[in-house]
């Protein structure tokens, strides 16, 4: 049980987002005429910020790789499994 405990607090932050995952998805990306809608435009937004993010990250080059693959060819679900598992802030760019 000690081992599912961290998975367990991150549902609590998982569900509300799968409720918004599911509100977003249902709406299309795009509108009528074809262009990107509001909610294109804010994931297109977030996706390229998380991509930055892992390329600044300090690990291996197929681990950023894999988690760039995983945000771009995933763009909702891939961005939230990013930043609940990608196991960001362990590293040691920041201020000392």
Do not use: E
Request: with cysteine; proline share 4%; net charge positive.
């Amino acid at each position: 049980m000690n081992k599912l405990t961290p998975y367990l607090n991150r549902f609590a932050v998982i569900a509300p987002m799968l409720a918004l995952t599911l509100t977003t998805s249902a709406c299309s990306r795009f509108n009528s005429r074809g262009g990107l809608s509001i909610w294109g435009f804010v994931l297109l937004a977030l996706d390229v910020l998380a991509l930055i993010d892992v390329f600044k990250q300090p690990w291996t080059i197929g681990k950023k790789l894999l988690w760039a693959a995983i945000i771009f060819f995933f763009p909702l679900g891939g961005l939230i499994l990013y930043y609940l598992f990608a196991g960001r802030g362990n590293s040691n760019t920041g201020v000392v």
